[in-house]
């Protein structure tokens, strides 16, 4: 099956730095890929659909200023947190949608990020 | 927009059959799928039905959908330890199938030996 790589898996950082995340397709093209945001013992909450080439859009109540969203290529979408808090802490998990595959997502392995 | 929603605890014990419910509200999602999570992993699809589907059987999975009181379900035939996890389901969200997955609260799977 398809493959989509979070790289990295566990992160920690102090407060007020910023934390890149990053979410490849290994072997398809995704043109879309999809940001969730899981707190412990809770469901995925999709943050924002990224788009290649285009600006991310963003799920109600997420800033994109915080989050901000790069998917330059057909293979690779990035979630940079800025300016972290100990708020942001939490499970980032990523999906790639796979081209002429309606319907089937690709999920990555996720990444906690811990903010102290 | 799409809501989704599971019961969030099932107990069952090794060798028994095993249920887990969700409901959803909208009723265009082209797909419904479900997820299973391992503690501290992402996550793994199971198994998904097309919506014009009533039944789809995978090996020890069933999943049967009611359309009518949009009611989904999966069941899991002789569970085994190596099933408990927490089980998503999921339907899409907005128009047409976009991929952007609505998910449920998650049901935690406990299998007793």
């Known amino acids: 099956g398809a493959v989509v790589s979070q790289h990295p898996s566990r992160v920690i950082c102090k407060s007020g730095t910023s934390v890149k995340i990053e979410c490849r397709s290994l072997?398809?093209?995704?043109?879309?890929m999809f940001w969730y945001r899981q707190f412990p013992k809770q469901s995925l909450m999709l943050m924002a659909t990224s788009n290649e080439g285009s600006k991310a859009t963003y799920e109600q109540g997420v800033e994109k200023d915080k989050f901000l969203i790069n998917h330059a290529s057909l293979t690779l979408s990035t979630l940079t947190v800025t300016s972290a808090h100990p708020e942001d802490s939490s499970f980032y998990i990523c999906?790639?949608?796979?081209?002429?595959?309606?319907?089937?997502?690709?999920f990555g392995e996720g990444s906690r990020l811990t903010v102290l | 927009g799409e809501d989704v929603e599971q019961s969030l605890f099932l107990s069952v014990r090794e060798g028994d059959s095993s249920v887990i419910n969700c409901t959803y509200t909208d009723s265009s999602s082209t797909y419904l799928y479900w997820y299973k999570q391992e503690p501290g992993a992402g996550l793994q699809l199971l198994t998904y039905?097309?919506?014009?589907?009533d039944m789809k059987q995978d090996q020890r999975l069933t999943v049967l959908l009611n359309k009518k009181d949009k009611h989904l379900s999966l069941r899991i035939a002789d569970t085994q330890t190596g099933d408990s996890a927490i089980y998503f389901c999921?339907?899409?969200?907005?128009?047409?199938?976009?991929?952007?997955?609505?998910f449920g609260q998650g049901t935690t799977l406990q299998v007793k030996p």
């Open positions: 039905i097309f919506s014009n589907m």
């Open positions: 999921a339907g899409v969200g907005g128009s047409g199938n976009t991929g952007k997955l609505i």
């Open positions: 999906s790639a949608l796979g081209q002429g595959r309606t319907g089937e997502l690709f």
């Open positions: 072997d398809f093209q995704a043109t879309t």
